[in-house]
């Protein structure tokens, strides 16, 4: 009975995460700074920048660091907007190539989007920054422990690197408890996290992070760190 019971709130869950129709991008292009454009797939976004799947079989491709034009047209509209954009990531799998861009003025290009519109580029809930520090994670799975390098942190969670080979069979769904010292004070964070999505590349393993801080809420020490670092922390 209590399978059935815990199946139930995982699937209500579910149904809960989908509800919101966020994505009503129907048109997209990438237009390159000597004027070519190409039809493009939006991956995902957020406030911040957006992962496009490129068309394959095209001997033009972005270079990182290389400037770029997202058109878009959301759905209900006929206006197509343009957002400046640079490509800051490059991954090819299986026979596609996904584009990582870093909207270049987000205040500016994204201002014009109707507030509708704007929870489809607004999905981060909380800003992500980058640490100077090299901080280790531990990832506990019962009696495995993952260990590997921060890459980013908010408040909802956080992104972090394993070694090649490391992360084994875990998926999507996957929880375990997060362990890390902040840098300064090296204060203790601990916090119970799923794993929300996993990327594998010959360097290895990248694993996003859910935080699930249950009733006792999060440690208030976390918010105070963040809250303590410099804008140009954020990514």
């Known amino acids: 009975m209590l399978f059935f019971r815990k199946r139930q709130i995982e699937k209500d869950r579910r149904v809960e995460q989908r509800s919101e129709p966020t994505n009503r991008i129907v048109a997209a292009a990438a237009r390159l700074v000597g004027g070519a454009v190409f039809a493009v797939r939006v991956l995902d976004s957020s406030g911040g920048g957006a992962s496009i799947d490129w068309p394959v079989g095209t001997d033009r491709r972005p270079a990182v660091d290389a400037g770029l034009e997202l058109e878009i047209r959301m759905a209900g509209s006929e206006v197509e907007h343009r957002i400046e954009s640079r490509v800051i990531h490059l991954e090819e799998e299986s026979g596609s190539l996904r584009v990582g861009l870093q909207f270049v003025d987000p205040d500016r290009d994204l201002a014009r989007l ?47 690197t394993l070694a090649p080979g490391l992360a084994g069979t875990i998926e999507a769904g996957t929880r375990g408890r997060l362990t890390f010292l902040l840098p300064g004070d090296f204060m203790r964070i601990e916090i119970e996290a799923e794993l929300r999505r996993r990327r594998d590349g010959v360097d290895g393993s990248c694993l996003g992070l859910l935080f699930e801080p249950g009733a006792e809420g999060l440690d208030p020490r976390l918010g105070d760190f963040l809250a303590a670092l410099p804008e140009d922390r954020k990514v």
């Open 114 to 160: 109707r507030p509708v519109d704007r929870p489809f580029f607004d999905r981060r809930r909380f800003p992500r920054y980058r640490l100077d520090e090299t901080v280790w994670v531990d990832f506990a799975l019962g009696p495995i422990c993952l260990c590997g390098r921060l890459v980013d942190l908010s408040l909802g969670g956080l992104a972090m």
